[in-house]
């Protein structure tokens, strides 16, 4: 009986405990992302954008908590004609003060109506599409009531040079003029990658091609769909200013290589100034198995 | 909340002009004076307050957070349930909230060494649980970035709500 009884209390005790932990775990509660903000008018967000379009919504999905809207650019004017593309509201909070404060996701994007856009361009290879926000503030301007238009929640004509937007035509001509003004010449903000998957052109193309031993993971646990590691070089099949034994940083996508393990993979530096060296792969095709060597040395002019 | 907020501070940006490091120590001197409190290095799994400064690019890349160009700071905070709480100092509503974890990014951006400072002290305070922003424009959890970074009394105030 006594045996059996502290049978029991070994199987009960060590679950009491796990519960209690677990009710530890879910007293904690995801936030919210707070920023100081930097007061910027109508004319230097529009300065700052990388893409200027008019654009019709087209659908909306919400994933993970996230919203992104999908557009169809009905007119383009600055940027990179890159087709539909695709608009996140971040999840942060700007202070703008008691008065003026604005969340990114405080604007909802109808789908069927036009808008225009006043973007930043954000590029990752680990990513599905370029990512699309807001140059900054809650700039919301429906093409087809302009009047509605603002920023920071008030109307945009308070933190603009447009006098009056109750003259439609006009509107659009200074859009123009806006846009064509003088402009920040930076086409996006990340790391541009190959767009192809076939190997030959990922290689030669690639400013390296490097094999490397899989060392620790660094920044774990901070982005849901990559790991970043600390890479010793093997060796060096392609790029100028690298050496072997040489320690760098590459980040994969999630769980595509494994700690100790040696593969060959095609990248392209972050930034020069990093205080450590980063690297991104060049391509969605830029990771292969050591075994590889001889093949990828071929197409290595 | 915890007398203590270790830390964990990334500068990977290797600019003259970027004054990350700088601003880290001048939040972490100024806060654990105003509230009693320490904070000690920490490696990035265990710290409570992580700090990363960077370019945009390498900070996209690497943790794929995005900012606007309106944005000096950025502060994504966990807190503890049914923590959060009103209060009233010096006539206007603020809120604090019991903070798990907190992690800090700040791009560089081409602002002065002041304005610099005053971002990482500002973020800080976010870190340390004020949730919203102050309406005085004196402060430093003042909503914008400005030229003074000196913690001021009703700075301080509010978060020894918590702290004291």
Redesign the interface.
């Known amino acids: 009986m006594k045996k059996t009884m502290l049978f029991i209390l070994s199987i009960l005790l060590p679950a009491i405990l796990l519960i209690s932990c677990s009710d530890r775990g879910t007293n904690e509660k995801k936030g919210d992302g707070h920023a100081v903000g930097i007061y910027k008018s109508f004319e230097e967000l529009a300065a700052s954008a990388t893409d200027i379009i008019k654009g019709k919504c087209i659908d909306v999905k919400n994933t993970d908590g996230k919203t992104e809207y999908e557009f169809s650019v009905t007119k383009r004017y600055r940027g990179e004609d890159v087709g539909n593309i695709f608009v996140a509201v971040p999840d942060y909070s700007v202070g703008i003060g008691d008065s003026l404060s604005y969340r990114p996701s405080d604007i909802v994007y109808d789908v069927g109506s036009e808008y225009y856009l006043f973007l930043l361009r954000y590029v990752s290879v680990y990513t599905e599409h370029d990512t699309y926000i807001n140059v900054g503030g809650n700039l919301f301007i429906p093409a087809d009531r302009i009047l509605e238009s603002t920023l920071y929640g008030e109307p945009l004509s308070k933190h603009s040079k447009i006098s009056k937007l109750a003259i439609q035509s006009s509107y659009v001509g200074y859009m123009k003029s806006v846009a064509d003004a003088p402009h920040n010449e930076r086409k996006y903000i990340g790391s541009m990658y190959i767009n192809s998957t076939d190997v030959a052109t990922v290689i030669s193309q690639s400013e390296f091609v490097l094999k490397v031993k899989i060392g620790e993971e660094v920044d774990a646990g901070m982005a849901a769909d990559r790991n970043s590691f600390k890479c010793t070089v093997t060796a060096v099949m392609k790029g100028n200013n690298i050496s072997i034994d040489e320690e760098i940083y590459i980040t994969f996508m999630k769980d595509t290589v494994q700690k100790d393990g040696e593969y060959i993979v095609a990248l392209t530096e972050t930034d020069g100034n990093l205080v450590r060296r980063y690297f991104t792969l060049s391509s969605k095709n830029s990771v292969f198995s050591a075994a590889e060597y001889g093949e990828i040395s071929d197409y290595i002019e | 909340m915890g007398k203590f907020s270790n830390t964990y501070v990334d500068?990977?940006?290797?600019?003259p002009t970027f004054y990350f490091n700088s601003g880290v120590n001048n939040a972490k001197s100024q806060w654990t004076s105003a509230l009693s409190i320490s904070m000690q290095s920490s490696t990035?799994?265990l710290a409570r307050i992580k700090c990363y400064g960077?370019?945009?690019?390498?900070l996209?890349?690497?943790?794929?957070v995005?900012?606007?160009?309106?944005?000096?700071?950025?502060?994504?905070?966990?807190?503890?349930?049914n923590s959060v709480s009103t209060t009233y100092w010096g006539g206007?509503r603020k809120t604090i909230?019991q903070?798990?974890r907190a992690?800090i990014y700040v791009p560089y951006?081409e602002?002065s060494y002041s304005?610099q400072i005053?971002?990482v002290v500002?973020?800080f305070g976010?870190a340390l649980g004020y949730?919203?922003?102050s309406?005085n424009a004196t402060d430093v959890m003042?909503?914008?970035?400005q030229n003074s970074y000196t913690l001021k009394a009703s700075d301080i105030a509010h978060l020894a709500q918590f702290y004291n």
């Open positions: 500068n990977n940006y290797n600019m990035q799994e960077s370019t945009a690019a390498d996209y890349t690497r943790f794929g995005v900012f606007d160009d309106n944005c000096g700071g950025l502060t994504y905070t966990t807190y503890v349930s206007n909230q903070l798990n992690t951006k602002i304005d005053d971002t500002h973020e976010h949730l919203g922003h309406s003042y909503y914008k970035v």
